[in-house]
């Protein structure tokens, strides 16, 4: 039964977040209200709600952070509540403030608890008193440089410089020795002023082999306050969690009963309501000990690997903040919360781990995830959806869940092997080997764990993928042998594709070259063909047999374990890379001899149909018509040389087909 007091909910989020809030509610039976920006009008979550409203252009700050905009969409969409999801306005007092003003619920802490752990320096002085463990260092009111260089020796190196106000990462320095002091804090106060308008920050002791180690906890209205358990969130880059998992490796009972301890406490002491989570920095060398672990923060909101604890508890925690905003009081007592084997997950993100895992937009051409026992996949776009570059480039989160650590890391390993994105790079081949790499999986690691195995991770150029780009041509082939088939009205030849349909029959040498651009490097494949048909090869690898490749418009994907390479007909390339001004340009690939021209001036021709024959270094290399068009000028004879780059003829464009 759902919670009584509500029966629709406002999701004042996007993505993967407004899709699995959804999910929760629908089931509750709560009318679901999404609300949108303009890149987002046609976007899952949308599609997923029974109704949505428009909330502003793209930027989040004039749309998903227009407290007043939210505010009119819940009123004229009648929502009881507000759930603020994570990120953008989900720590955020104003916000839960207005909901109240307008009569509506948050589904949330109260204000003043979320303003109360705002700031990190205020939340650490609180702790304090609670009793709590906080990270040695400074947290007070003086900001002075002198000051601050002076208590970062006090501490002593090496000190993390923090933004009070910081969040995601942002406006944090390490800072390793004495003379680097100025220009880190320099750089923290910069970025903090930036990212959340106020320079202030606070000074910790670094803490050695760092584990990142939290606590998911629980509050009622009634006084009642209790601990799901811990999740790792070691795996970091740039501060920013990578892999969590629960329970953490190494942590006994007794330290999970004290750390659990240590978190309710810290919620008791600000009037602590719904769900939180507070985050303690433990040092993980030589093994967790009890007087090793340090309160952090604690973040006022469901978080990014809450599955994880979904997972080992088998609680929905989404019902939870429902029913908890509504007034009931927490359905388990401690000694009921269950850790029933290990789970782990895995943010897979839109991004380029060789090229410093910067961020890479665009269409989702394909999109696929497998399903199984003990795999969750927490999505906010499909196939066909674009990854624009106004929000967080989260693609999905994966779930593994196994009755042993090596078991959801195998599964989640497998799961990631077993993902097709295409489009936008992707960081599941990284996550993949993250998942087996055998310091993580003997829990000997720490929050440097990524950046000092970058290289067996592959997060560094890997160069083109040979075999990838040689399968790439293979599916190219395949494609244009099936289209000019279909377009002569005959079932295409698929075991020698190239040749199928030509009457042209070359004598003596059967092997080809076809010059494509890979990832954008010009490429010259080679085709053999053999009895048992045609073998590609690029730079002396043949097309790899396990690779996923998708063909879109004039390009294929090729995916193979992990990688994508794009390989695109450097003929068909022309027109796309600006190089005739009408597209019709044919350039020869490479030095050589015209073997054969195959169509006269004024013929009609088909994208993909042979032109020419070149023959380079005892090899055919064809050229193809770069568009569909009548052929406007022949530049060569048959028998003449070539330079590389001559022109060969010139295609000119017939927007529609005017034959019958
Ligand atoms: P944690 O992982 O500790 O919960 P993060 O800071 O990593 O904390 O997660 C919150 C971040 O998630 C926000 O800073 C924001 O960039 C990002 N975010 C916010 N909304 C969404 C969303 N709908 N989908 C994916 N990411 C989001
Ligand atoms: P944010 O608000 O950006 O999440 P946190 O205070 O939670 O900031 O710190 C982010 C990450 O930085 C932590 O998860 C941890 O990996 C690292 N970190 C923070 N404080 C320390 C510390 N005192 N010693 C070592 N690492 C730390
Ligand atoms: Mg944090």
Redesign the pocket.
Same mark, same amino acid.
């Given at each position: 039964m759902g919670p009584t007091m509500f029966s629709s909910v406002l999701i004042a989020?996007? &993505?993967?977040?407004?899709c699995r809030i959804a999910r929760t509610a629908r089931r509750l039976g709560l009318r679901t209200i999404a609300v949108y920006s303009d890149a987002d009008a046609q976007s899952l979550?949308v599609r997923m709600c029974d109704t949505a409203h428009r909330v502003g252009p793209a930027p989040a700050s004039e749309s998903?952070l227009r407290i007043d905009a939210l505010i009119d969409a819940a009123k004229a969409s009648g929502a009881d509540c507000i759930h603020p &999801?994570? &990120?953008?306005l989900?720590e955020n007092a104003g916000f839960a403030e207005a909901c109240r003003d307008a009569g509506i619920v948050f589904v949330g802490p109260p204000a003043d608890a979320i303003r109360a752990m705002g700031l990190k320096d205020r939340a650490k002085a609180l702790m304090e008193k609670a009793g709590v463990p906080v990270v040695p260092g400074f947290h007070g009111d003086m900001q002075d440089p002198t000051f601050l260089k002076r208590k970062a020796f006090e501490i002593g190196y090496p000190v993390l410089i923090k933004a009070v106000a910081g +969040? +995601? +990462?942002k406006g944090m320095r390490k800072v390793e020795r004495h003379a680097d002091f100025d220009t880190a804090l320099e750089a923290a106060k910069r970025e903090a002023t930036s990212a959340f308008g106020d320079a202030r920050v606070l000074i910790e002791k670094y803490v050695g082999s760092p584990r990142h180690i939290?606590m998911q906890v629980f509050a009622d209205r009634h006084g009642n306050v209790i601990h799901l358990n811990e999740r790792d969130?070691t795996l970091q880059r740039r501060h920013?969690?990578v892999i969590?998992e629960a329970p953490a490796p190494g942590l006994s009972a007794d330290l999970r009963a004290r750390m659990g301890q240590a978190a309710v406490a810290a919620a008791k002491a600000v009037g602590y309501e719904g769900a939180g989570?507070v985050?303690f920095i433990a040092d993980g060398a030589r093994g967790l000990k009890a007087d090793g672990f340090w309160f952090m923060e604690m973040?006022t909101?469901?978080?990014?690997?809450?599955p994880v604890t979904e997972a080992v508890t088998g609680l929905d925690l989404v019902e939870w903040q429902f029913r908890i905003s509504a007034g009931e009081a927490l359905p388990l007592a401690q000694n009921e919360v269950r850790l029933d084997g290990h789970a782990a997950e895995a943010?897979l993100y839109a991004e380029d781990p060789e090229r410093g895992f910067l961020p890479s937009t665009g269409r989702l051409i394909a999109l696929q995830f497998p399903a199984g026992e003990g795999l969750r996949i927490d999505s &906010?776009v499909e196939a066909g959806d674009t990854v624009t570059p106004f929000?967080?480039?989260?693609i999905a989160k994966l779930i593994a869940h196994g009755a042993t650590r090596g078991e959801a890391l195998d599964r989640l390993a497998d799961a990631l092997d077993a993902t097709v994105v295409i489009g936008p790079r992707s960081n599941a081949g990284f996550l993949s080997r993250l998942c087996r790499a055998s310091g993580f999986r003997d829990g000997e690691f720490d929050t440097g764990f990524i950046d000092g195995h970058l290289a067996e991770l592959g997060a560094e150029p890997l160069g083109l993928d040979a075999a990838a780009a040689a399968a790439g041509v293979a599916g190219l082939l395949h494609r244009e042998a099936a289209r000019l088939a279909a377009a002569e009205g005959e079932p295409a030849a698929l075991s020698s594709p190239w040749d199928a349909t030509d009457a042209f029959q070359l004598s003596g040498a059967r092997r080809v070259t076809v010059p494509v651009l890979a990832d954008g490097e010009n490429v010259v494949a080679e085709v053999a063909y053999r009895p048992a048909g045609p073998e590609v090869t690029v730079g002396g690898a043949v097309a790899a047999p396990d690779a996923v490749t998708v063909v879109d418009g004039a390009a294929v994907y090729v995916l193979r374990q992990g990688r994508q390479t794009r390989v695109v007909l450097r003929d068909l390339a022309l027109d796309a890379s600006g190089d005739a001004g009408a597209g019709g340009l044919v350039r020869a690939p490479m030095h050589g001899k015209v073997l054969a021209i195959l169509v006269e001036k004024g013929d009609r021709v088909t994208r993909g149909q042979r032109l020419a024959i070149i023959e380079a270094m005892k090899m055919e290399h064809t050229l193809v018509a770069p568009l569909d068009g009548l052929v406007a000028e022949v530049a060569v004879a048959a028998e003449a040389q070539l330079a590389e780059g001559a022109r060969v003829m010139v295609i000119e464009a017939v927007d529609a087909p005017s034959e019958k």
């Open positions: 989020n996007r &993505g993967e977040i407004a979550h998903y &999801g994570y &990120g953008f989900s +969040g +995601g +990462g939290e969130c920013q969690k969590e989570t985050e973040n909101r469901l978080q990014v690997e809450h943010r &906010g929000y967080d480039p989260m």
